[in-house]
């Protein structure tokens, strides 16, 4: 794993906006992306990898800046 990644409370309401399939979906391929580094279990659909690319960002996004206050 080469980042950081930090759920924030921003980003556990963005999960809590999502029906249990989308949350399960999203954090399932969040971990084998950037955490584990293997392949998808589950392929995604156009419509779900465009949610999922924005969601990753993201959560990309609050992991940096979470971190850089930790730093400061």
């Known amino acids: 794993m080469n980042t950081t990644i930090v759920i924030t409370p921003r980003v556990i309401a963005r999960l ?3 029906t249990p399939d989308e ?3 999203m954090l399932d391929t969040l971990c084998c992306d950037e955490i584990l580094h293997i ?3 589950t ?3 156009i419509v779900d990898e465009l949610a999922y690319m924005m969601f990753r960002s993201n959560v990309i ?3 940096r ?3 850089s ?3 400061s």
Do not use: F, I, K
């Open 16 to 18: 809590a906006n999502m």
């Open 23 to 25: 949350r399960h979906l």
């Open 39 to 41: 392949e998808r279990r």
């Open 43 to 45: 392929p995604l659909s």
């Open 61 to 63: 996004n609050e992991s």
């Open 65 to 67: 800046s979470y971190t």
């Open 69 to 71: 206050q930790q730093v």
